[in-house]
């Protein structure tokens, strides 16, 4: 079982900026590689999206969700087992819950963080 810890997220006005974080404090390092880590949203009523999503490969670049494109930045710190999610320009239609996911690229496996609620105010 692997542990993903959230935090960064809150209420922020529209045209605002949040930077979200998870973290794998337990993992080890040389194991973390071998994820996949993303990040997906669930609004009220809706089904949970992709938001964005990066490996450590090198040159592999990472993919956005078209709503987000250009406002949004996903990063990853291998040393570190982090992945963060830089969300600038927010939108009140980006208002959700924020959930990280790793996904081993070898069994499949997936983990998923608490959430940590986002809300965008007009």
């Known amino acids: 079982q692997v542990n993903l810890v959230e935090s960064g997220g809150g209420l922020v006005q529209e045209g605002g900026s949040l930077r979200l974080s998870c973290v794998a404090p337990?993992?080890?390092?040389?194991v973390f590689w071998g994820y996949r880590t993303s990040w997906y949203r669930q609004a009220p009523g809706k089904a949970?999206?992709?938001?964005?999503?990066?490996?450590?490969?090198?040159?592999?670049?990472?993919t956005y969700a078209d709503s987000v494109k250009g406002r949004f930045t996903i990063s990853r710190d291998n040393s570190k087992k982090r992945v963060d999610l830089q969300m600038n320009s927010l939108k009140p239609e980006d208002t959700a819950v924020y959930y990280c996911?790793?996904?081993?690229?070898?069994?499949?496996?997936?983990?998923w963080g608490q959430g940590t609620q986002v809300t965008v105010s007009s």
């Open positions: 949970r999206e992709l938001v964005a999503g990066i490996t450590s490969t090198r040159g592999e670049a990472a």
């Open positions: 337990r993992m080890i390092t040389s």
């Open positions: 996911n790793f996904h081993h690229l070898g069994d499949r496996s997936d983990y």
